[in-house]
């Protein structure tokens, strides 16, 4: 621990430079179930909105693939539910982010990310549920004649287009959510949501090629297609996460440690430079697929550990702050 | 702790000068501590005075076992979910023999513009018709925005109840016309509770005494009310820097963030589709081609 401002405070000042105004906050205890709500988030939002969009502009041959990601989209929306309210101080008041206690009233500010957050999974899960309800007809595991008006057209798009608009919420909101805060690094860039948002993106599609070659499924031109828009989406996050850091500016300096380690080795190198560079260095992209996709997920995870747990380790003691 | 009554019978909103307007509109007029720090013997009588009055519990298995800072002849350190008054000790001693202790008594600020209450999920924090800021215990589940948004580090999460509390300034006392627990407490009149308008007059008055002194960095934190946050209702007189006290030197609104970041996103969302539909759309016109090939 390194005293950044102290009673020797122009001495450290003149050393260290005069920190953020973030700096003399305390970490909201935002730990591994936040971390893993925000990795498994951003896989279900982006895994919605890469089946919607596969649903709305692709090929036939593509439904496997489809199926696997509003699969993969409804899980997911289930454990961050769960993993949403096992962090709570006080879980079974988990409605009170919906409902008034003392009113009945709903409970929504549009200016709050966390009260929007609370709302906006509620959305996904309802269009999550429709897509998931439209493939389990059509793997006929429910037989419900009723449930055949999920394929008409009007339904199918607005369902698909509302799996859009939930999927990009889902894995971009969480980055705003840090940032409407007075926390270091969270509070100092307003580019935290952008770069979840594409990390969220590249992991689903990441997630999904796993998946689908775990289970034996192999569609080499819908393969194709994802791994170009994955390698798209990991190009644009390490750029956005160069533009990220930069415009940090002095409070970059609370990356001077474990947590930059980890965000250059593992977020930049390992998460985003090696697949890349894999996917590129051999004959076919389609190769090393497994092996490109857990080092995006790896990469995935390390970004939010490295947020989260960056800002995290800042802390007040006394007149003295801590990173 | 219970959620005070009238302070529960309030709507809740989000909107701080809008709370701010119904509150003052209805009732009183706006409440709240000026602390002298120079005048802080370091006797933390005010932590005990609210620790006694608040009925909560002491830090670590109660006494028996002292934690010891290892830091400072301060052992609090922080303020935190069970300890809502906490007297810093900023020890500024360049060489052992030279050098001075600075005191202040350090509590939440009950902000005109106050960042916890804006972000509040729940609508567990209110605004009292004091202008002061309080936390209802019984509405609070625990989510920790509030700890994220407050610019001073003040909030907390209490691990008895589980839900995030600071304080509360005494409203059961005050709402009685009783005086807050630390300022009743304080021996050299260091906290002083009030009118904000009358303290504010008597924080001048100290200030321009200090400086005629010699005191040249006597100021005042907080006590603008076209400063930062609209101002504090806990308003504090220095003798250096504020991050010598560790005070931020301009405590912000957190949705400053709200419009960039969510634009940022929204566009970064828009991009992403574009690029998604356009590559699988792609994908479409050659197995539209194919098929009009077979």
């Given at each position: 621990m390194t005293p950044l401002a102290c009673g020797l405070w122009p001495l450290a000042s003149a050393l260290q430079?005069?920190?953020?105004?973030?700096?003399f906050t305390e970490p909201p205890h935002f730990r591994w179930l936040i971390i893993l709500y925000f990795f498994v988030g951003g896989v279900s939002g982006g895994a919605l909105l890469v089946s919607s969009l596969l649903r709305l502009?692709?090929?036939?041959?593509d439904r496997a693939f489809i199926r696997l990601g509003v699969y993969l989209s409804f899980i997911g929306m289930v454990v961050s539910a769960i993993l949403l309210i096992l962090d709570l101080?006080?879980?079974?008041?988990?409605?009170h982010m919906l409902i008034?206690?003392?009113?009945?009233a709903p409970m929504f500010k549009w200016w709050s990310p966390m009260s929007v957050g609370a709302w906006g999974l509620l959305v996904f899960g309802f269009f999550s549920g429709l897509a998931t309800l439209r493939v389990l007809r059509d793997d006929r595991r429910?037989?419900?004649?009723?449930?055949?008006?999920?394929?008409?057209a009007p339904i199918s798009n607005f369902s698909a287009i509302g799996g859009i608009l939930g999927g990009l919420f889902l894995a971009g909101y969480t980055g705003v959510l840090l940032s409407v805060s007075n926390r270091p690094i969270w509070a100092d860039s307003s580019w935290i949501g952008l770069l979840f948002l594409l990390s969220g993106i590249s992991t689903s599609v990441a997630a999904l090629l796993l998946i689908a070659r775990w289970q034996g499924l192999i569609v080499a031109s819908t393969e194709e297609r994802l791994q170009r828009f994955d390698r798209i989406a990991l190009t644009l996050e390490l750029v956005v996460l160069v533009i990220f850091v930069v415009s940090?500016?002095?409070?970059?300096?609370?990356?001077?440690n474990a947590s930059g380690v980890l965000l250059l080795l593992?977020?930049?190198?390992?998460?985003i430079l090696m697949p890349l560079r894999m996917e590129r260095g051999s004959?076919?992209?389609?190769?090393?697929v497994a092996t490109v996709s857990i080092l995006v997920l790896f990469g995935g995870l390390a970004l939010r550990v490295v947020v989260l747990l960056g800002s995290e380790q800042v802390h007040v003691a006394g007149a003295q702050v801590f990173r | 702790m219970g959620a005070p009554a009238a302070a529960r019978a309030l709507p809740i909103l989000g909107e701080t000068r809008a709370v701010l307007a119904h509150s003052t509109a209805a009732t009183a007029e706006p409440m709240g501590f000026f602390t002298d720090?120079?005048?802080?013997?370091?006797?933390k009588a005010c932590e005990v005075a609210c620790k006694e009055w608040n009925q909560l519990p002491a830090r670590g298995?109660?006494?028996?076992h002292l934690q010891m800072s290892?830091?400072?002849?301060?052992?609090?350190?922080r303020l935190d979910g069970t300890t809502w008054r906490h007297v810093k000790f900023i020890e500024q001693f360049p060489e052992p023999y030279n050098g001075r202790w600075l005191m202040m008594s350090d509590v939440?600020?009950?902000?005109?513009?106050a960042p916890c209450l804006e972000v509040c999920p729940t609508g567990a924090i209110i605004r009292t018709e004091f202008d002061t800021v309080v936390i209802q215990s019984d509405t609070c589940?625990?989510?920790r925005d509030c700890i994220a948004a407050c610019p001073f580090g003040v909030i907390d999460i209490n691990h008895v109840s589980g839900t995030a509390q600071k304080c509360t300034l005494c409203y059961d006392r005050t709402s009685v016309g009783l005086e807050p627990a630390c300022s009743k407490a304080c021996p050299t009149d260091s906290i002083q509770f009030g009118p904000i308008a009358e303290l504010q007059q008597r924080a001048q008055r100290r200030v321009d005494q200090l400086q005629a002194q010699g005191?040249?960095?006597?100021q005042l934190y907080?006590?603008?009310?076209?400063?930062p946050l609209g101002g504090l209702n806990a308003f504090f007189l220095l003798v250096d820097e504020p991050e010598a006290y560790g005070l931020p030197r301009e405590p912000k609104m957190p949705t400053r963030n709200l419009a960039p970041s969510s634009m940022l996103s929204a566009l970064g969302a828009v991009v992403m589709t574009v690029i998604g539909a356009l590559t699988l759309r792609a994908r479409r016109l050659v197995a539209v081609a194919k098929e009009k090939a077979q």
């Open positions: 430079g005069v920190p953020s105004d973030t700096f502009f692709g090929a036939p041959e101080g006080v879980p079974l008041r988990f409605w008034q206690n003392n009113t009945g429910l037989s419900w004649s009723t449930l055949e008006f999920l394929h008409r940090l500016g002095s409070v970059a300096r609370a990356f001077f593992g977020v930049v190198g390992v998460g004959a076919s992209p389609r190769e090393n | 720090t120079t005048v802080c013997i370091g006797c298995d109660g006494g028996a290892g830091l400072s002849y301060d052992n609090t350190l939440c600020k009950h902000c005109v513009q589940n625990g989510c005191e040249s960095k006597a907080g006590a603008d009310r076209n400063g």
